[in-house]
């Protein structure tokens, strides 16, 4: 059982409390500094505390009640918050880490004025040293399947930073749906087969930004070889049957070649900074290749004996191209899987998991019974009728380490849950994703030994109830330009 301390009310809970002697009364700050480069969280932490009526004074000296500071000995999304009798320190590894101290602030803040304006506001005095268990929080959203407006995605974005969520996995080609501006398919604008929708350059670029100030980055997906559907009957001469062009790419090819490797060009000038790009590599059909005489011919060519195999080498050229312009390849989990450079993302079951660990790559853990948000929470929700129940508790009890076993850990970047879109039109994305996030952004943030679910239950309600869901979108529209509510 946890001491009662509010430094204990965190969510995601943190790596270490080390509780003090005495309290501290918040209304008793008066000043804030910030060390140089930090200034935007100094107008993040005057208005988190002016919604609670106090006023913190910029001063220019480290003497200040409240400081704000890097301190390089820590990990670098990690962070430190020391609360003393008159001073409230707070100390980053990075920008980032800042970032995510300030959130456990405003929710101390919350907890210590939750009885109003009446009586003390105090936190016990302590230390709490923070920092993320994996370096990959990521959360898929589906944006082939439902588009979703800028708007939407930024809201998005908001609530997967409160819990820290660091990966955005973009998927943005499908059957049905191509989102991304391409100078190569220009014809997928109006496509009638397509439902409605694109981002332009303009809305890209801001969306990147807005991740970036929310320390996420992006990981666009393209998906190859299969789920082409739509960008194939545009563009039939890159599938093997331009009368049927079916949703695979012809493997056998050398124009469907060029093509793969100007889109990948393309993909990687619209994400200058994502350092991933992910190219699907699920669910193709071997049925078209079979029937291709190019595609036998390559597998001939290359002295290959089965189309499977023909498709492994195709996704390691993929791969190959996406490391020729710096960037790192991922994948869906496969059966027959690729270099060992390549990111496999094990999706089927925990097979997927411990065959990646055998070929030697690094993985992503989103086995979909555990982490698949379009899954239904609750026997009421709408759902399609193979989907099995994910309520909350399966979500917080996912630990790749425990279902694997810990030989994993090294090659493990990460967890992320995934929102299919399918069933899921973009007013739903919001309270799909927001059900379950906090037991993800613990899964994915805290360190196995501090979880236990019914001590998050017990800190959610408390926060719940505390109001804190209103003081951080209060405290949101009061952010300065460039962190701006929309
Ligand atoms: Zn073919």
Known sequence: MKNQSNLNSLLPVPREVRLGCGRMEVRGLQSIHCAPGLERFLEVWQRAFAYFGVRLQRTGTSEAGAVIALDTRLPAEGWRLEVENERLHLYGGSPAGIFYGTGALKQLLTIAFSKGLQGVHDLDCGTIIDEPRYAWRGFMLD???????????????????????????????????????????????????????????????????????????????????????????????????????????????????????????????????????????????????ENCSRCRRAMEEKGIDSFRALEAQFMGEVSREIAQLGRRAMMWATDWGVGPDTIIQGWRSLFDISNAFERGSDMVFSVHHHLYFDYPESAGEPSANWMPLLPEETVYATDPRVHVGPEVDGKMLGVEACLWTETVPQWRVIPKTLSRLPAFGELAWSFGENRDWYDFTGRKQRLEACGYNSVRDGVRMLLPDGMQAR
Request: with cysteine.
């Open 143 to 289: 944006s082939a399947r439902h588009f979703q407006s800028v708007d939407k995605v930024k809201e998005l974005i908001r609530h997967l930073a409160d819990y820290r969520i660091n990966v955005l996995h973009w998927h943005l080609t499908d059957d049905t749906g191509w989102r991304i501006p391409s100078r190569i398919v220009p014809k997928l604008k109006s496509l009638g087969t397509l439902e409605y929708g694109q981002y332009t350059r303009a809305e890209i670029r801001d969306i990147v930004r807005y991740a970036s100030e929310h320390f996420i980055r992006i990981v666009p997906e393209i998906d190859l070889p299969g789920h082409s559907r739509g960008l194939l009957q545009a563009y039939p001469h890159l599938a093997c049957n331009t009368d049927e062009p079916g949703r695979e790419y012809c493997l056998g090819s050398a124009e469907t070649k060029q093509f793969i490797i100007e889109l990948l060009g393309e993909v990687a000038g619209l994400f200058p900074e994502s350092d991933v790009i992910h190219i699907g590599g699920d669910e193709a059909s071997t049925e078209n290749w």
